[in-house]
T-cell receptor, first 114, second 115 residues
Framework: AQSVSQHNHHVILSEAASLELGCNYS??????LFWYVQYPGQHLQLLLK??????LVKGIKGFEAEFIKSKFSFNLRKPSVQWSDTAEYFC????????????FGSGTRLSIRP | SAVISQKPSRDICQRGTSLTIQCQVD?????MFWYRQQPGQSLTLIAT?????????ESGFVIDKFPISRPNLTFSTLTVSNMSPEDSSIYLC????????????FGPGTRLTVL
């Protein structure tokens, strides 16, 4: 069965530190990949997505993610985090078909020390 | 994108009762989804609700427990029936917005506590 793994449950960083959140998936075919973010007290928002083309995807707020097909990975990165990046981050995967459901990872809580 | 609202935002209910959650979208959408997010866990899809057809339920979820209505292209309801404490969760409505490719947008969620 299709699955999504996020390796870190809780990450604590200081402001200006670099960030990388891991995401691996198990499906071997064509996939659509997503990162969603949930800020405290707010609803889930789309951070970025990959469907095809350039495997390095840039999203909102300075975030980017790289799709590495050989590693079944879609890690999220940001060179310098801010206190306002404190949130829960969810990686999600869908088989390359609009009829397929999206599978979410368990989420990573990011806490930024001011 | 799409703007999604849910009612109620939260509720505390007694065991054995039912709660209906409403989801309203600011534009017409074909596909609407209902998710559950249990404490400390990820999102799990309950069902997909397309207007004009029966909802499609995921494994582990049944219509008798989670009946869904989809009367038009901007509205849906999810009922959590005969509730038990295990149903305590956040319930989220999601839509696939017209004009976007395979991207889902989420409502603010309904936080349900069952005593």
């Amino acid at each position: 069965a299709q699955s999504v793994s996020q390796h870190n449950h809780h990450v604590i960083l200081s402001e200006a530190a670099s960030l990388e959140l891991g995401c691996n998936y198990s499906y071997g075919g064509t996939v659509n990949l997503f990162w969603y973010v949930q800020y405290p007290g707010q609803h889930l928002q789309l951070l970025l997505k990959y469907f095809s083309g350039d495997p390095l995807v840039k999203g909102i707020k300075g975030f980017e993610a790289e799709f590495i097909k050989s590693k079944f990975s879609f890690n999220l990165r940001k060179p310098s985090v801010q206190w306002s990046d404190t949130a829960e981050y969810f990686c999600a995967v869908r088989k390359g078909s609009s009829a397929s459901k999206i599978i979410f990872g368990s989420g990573t809580r990011l806490s930024i020390r001011p | 994108s799409a703007v999604i609202s849910q009612k109620p935002s939260r509720d505390i209910c007694q065991r054995g009762t039912s709660l209906t959650i409403q989801c309203q979208v600011d534009s017409q959408v074909t596909m609407m989804f209902w998710y559950r997010q249990q404490p400390g866990q990820s999102l799990t899809l309950i069902a997909t609700a397309n207007q004009g057809s029966e909802a499609t339920y995921e494994s582990g979820f049944v219509i008798d427990k989670f009946p869904i209505s989809r009367p038009n292209l901007t509205f849906s309801t999810l009922t959590v029936s005969n509730m038990s404490p295990e149903d305590s969760s956040i319930y989220l409505c999601s839509v696939e917005a017209s004009g976007t490719t395979d991207t889902q947008y989420f409502g603010p969620g309904t936080r349900l506590t069952v005593l």
